[in-house]
């Protein structure tokens, strides 16, 4: 199959993924409940091949700090300040397709990139970059290794594992890495996997050509990654805040003010929040959220005031999630893996 072909393939796959989990029901509910009812929409036409993205969408209450989906490509550099990542790709590689916006359990795509077809024939590879917050994700998983496990216990019946997940060093950092293929497609996938700021990040490499995939691999050394991120553990410090899982509790809650909304709905609204060493909120990243509900969190959050968290006597920045509305419904475990 042309990889150009693939790549759109993939990216549409992701979107449909995406917009079912946006729009699918869920009996679960969260802390804080937000209630809704649909509305009823008359039919559009669209233009052939567009992806339509109906309803919420990812916001944020200030443009300047970074949040996970402003990753660019850009002079052949892949970078994402939110992760600390920057990655000069192989040579004439570019993206060709911008992904969907993320998800309600946290799923980002930030990048889908690879050479560009030929008048030669299709290209040789691409890599797929995604991010699934750790904090909102419905999976079993809590670090890189889990959900790599689980992507390899969770494959198709037409996908063969090629290697089992095992530790390795990518540009001296500890990563999660197995490998897969399709013998109909003749097709193999090297997967790798890090924690960063409490997301895992993966980068997905796919070709025809299982040595040019692992001189790719190799060529991910020269990536740029943050210090203090491992496969099974990065919960930030140093240049970012710590990030903490439910530190919204009430043990370290003094004020809260709850969002007022005009309009109802019953959709999951993940938020991630920054606190700062005075324990005041100084940054609100709405992952998937309509615009009213966007206001209303966001002018409540801003009234909040936390006890400062102290770390060998110094206070920090706290990074920490938030559920406002119904929680998205684990997955059932399934019942054979594949080997």
Not at 111 to 118: D, K, N, S
Not at 299 to 328: M, N, S
């Amino acid at each position: 199959m042309n990889f150009r072909i693939l790549g759109f393939v993939v990216w549409v796959l992701l979107s449909a993924s995406l917009m079912a989990e946006m729009q699918a029901p869920n009996s679960d509910s969260g802390r804080n409940n937000v209630d809704s009812s649909r509305s009823q929409q008359s039919p559009t036409k669209v233009p052939r091949e567009a992806i339509l993205v109906k309803g919420a969408w990812s916001s944020a209450s200030d443009s300047m700090t970074p949040v996970p989906e402003a990753a660019t490509v850009a002079q052949g550099v892949f970078s994402d300040p939110y992760f600390g990542i920057s990655y000069k790709l192989p040579e004439d590689w570019i993206q060709e397709y911008e992904g969907p916006p993320p998800s309600e359990s946290g799923r980002y795509v930030l990048a889908q990139v690879g050479p560009p077809e030929t008048k030669d024939g299709p290209t040789a590879a691409s890599m797929l970059v995604t991010a699934q917050d750790l904090f909102f994700t419905p999976l079993p998983a809590t670090n890189a290794v889990e959900l790599t496990a689980y992507t390899k216990d969770h494959l198709e019946v037409d996908y063969k594992v090629e290697a089992a997940p095992t530790l390795i060093d990518v540009a001296d950092r500890s990563f999660s890495f197995f490998s897969y293929g399709s013998p109909v497609a003749e097709l193999h996938w090297y997967v790798l996997a890090t924690e960063i700021r409490c997301h895992a990040v993966q980068f997905i490499l796919t070709s025809r050509d299982t040595k040019l995939l692992d001189r790719l691999m190799l060529d991910m050394n020269r990536m740029k990654l943050p210090t203090g991120i491992s496969a099974t553990a990065g919960e930030g410090g140093g240049a970012f805040p710590v990030c903490i899982k439910d530190y919204v509790r009430d043990a370290n809650v003094i004020a809260r003010v709850d969002p007022v909304f005009t309009e109802h709905r019953f959709n999951p609204i993940p938020v991630r929040i920054i606190i700062d060493k005075q324990g005041r909120v100084k940054h609100i990243h709405l992952i998937s959220a309509f615009p009213n509900q966007a206001k209303a969190i966001i002018d409540a959050l801003e009234q909040w005031k936390f006890k400062p968290h102290v770390i060998d006597g110094k206070p920090v920045e706290v990074e920490t999630g938030i559920l406002f509305g119904r929680a998205r419904q684990s997955p059932a475990p399934r019942t054979r893996g594949h080997q």
